[in-house]
């Protein structure tokens, strides 16, 4: 069985500063102010267009190692690829709210997941910081793989405006583990197990 994780980016927030000059005075320049933060504030929390860069997620070392023990195999789909104990993600669209990061990101690519000659592949993963859940497409349906943990959260500004969220921790929902065990003939998939943990790079439209 494929799982296909897509590198998930998340552009950190940026902070714009609009210097206003002052024009006239008394109540005019104050009217102007006001209209100019009126103007700006609802663009700070609009949704803006994800545009690409990647999620990469690490593998939980005791997931890896129970999964592997019990002869389950985990391959990317391309174009998502892999290195030692880390799947990565391109992301291909959605909308977030720089600001908070609310929002989806949509990724490409997805894993397949294998058995002693069974195998199931996930493929178009999307990361929902609202629902805080990642679904993917199981033959032709849409279900929650994982429910994201986002308390400890952090953020940072990456490279090209870009914006870099750490520290996604992923748990397997009792939805997959059903449907997972099930088509690979396993029973070591339980809900709430600790699948790995994401960081996103985000780069949005500017």
Same mark, same amino acid.
């Given at each position: 069985?494929?799982?296909?994780?897509?590198?998930?980016?998340?552009?950190?927030?940026?902070?714009?500063?609009?210097?206003?000059?002052?024009?006239?005075?008394?109540?005019?320049?104050?009217?102007?102010?006001?209209?100019?933060?009126?103007?700006?504030?609802?663009?700070?929390?609009?949704?803006?267009?994800?545009?690409?860069?990647? !999620?990469?997620? +690490? /593998? =939980?070392?005791? *997931?890896? $190692?129970?999964?592997?023990?019990? @002869?389950?195999?985990?391959? #990317? &789909?391309?174009?998502?690829?892999?290195?030692?104990?880390?799947?990565?993600?391109?992301?291909?669209?959605?909308?977030?709210?720089?600001?908070?990061?609310?929002?989806?990101?949509?990724?490409?690519?997805?894993?397949?997941?294998?058995?002693?000659?069974?195998?199931?592949?996930? !493929?178009?993963? +999307? /990361? =929902?910081?609202? *629902?805080? $859940?990642?679904?993917?497409?199981? @033959?032709?349906?849409?279900? #929650? &793989?994982?429910?994201?943990?986002?308390?400890?959260?952090?953020?940072?500004?990456?490279?090209?405006?870009?914006?870099?969220?750490?520290?996604?921790?992923?748990?397997?929902?009792?939805?997959?583990?059903?449907?997972?065990?099930?088509?690979?003939?396993?029973?070591?998939?339980?809900?709430?197990?600790?699948?790995?943990?994401? *960081?996103?790079?985000?780069?949005?439209?500017?």
């Amino acid at each position: 069985m494929h799982l296909t994780f897509r590198r998930i980016s998340v552009v950190p927030a940026i902070v714009v500063v609009v210097a206003l000059g002052a024009a006239g005075c008394g109540s005019s320049s104050s009217s102007s102010t006001t209209a100019s933060t009126a103007t700006a504030a609802p663009a700070a929390s609009a949704p803006v267009a994800v545009v690409g860069r990647d !999620t990469s997620v +690490v /593998l =939980n070392p005791l *997931t890896a $190692q129970a999964l592997k023990a019990a @002869g389950v195999s985990i391959a #990317p &789909i391309a174009p998502a690829t892999a290195k030692t104990g880390v799947l990565i993600f391109p992301e291909s669209g959605g909308q977030i709210v720089v600001t908070s990061l609310s929002g989806t990101i949509n990724h490409t690519g997805g894993v397949t997941l294998g058995h002693e000659g069974r195998s199931i592949q996930l !493929t178009g993963f +999307v /990361l =929902n910081t609202t *629902t805080r $859940q990642i679904t993917t497409s199981v @033959g032709g349906q849409t279900v #929650p &793989i994982f429910n994201l943990d986002l308390a400890s959260l952090k953020r940072a500004s990456g490279p090209n405006g870009t914006v870099v969220v750490s520290n996604v921790t992923l748990t397997l929902t009792a939805e997959a583990a059903s449907a997972l065990n099930s088509s690979l003939g396993v029973t070591i998939l339980k809900e709430g197990l600790p699948f790995g943990v994401a *960081t996103l790079t985000v780069a949005v439209k500017s």
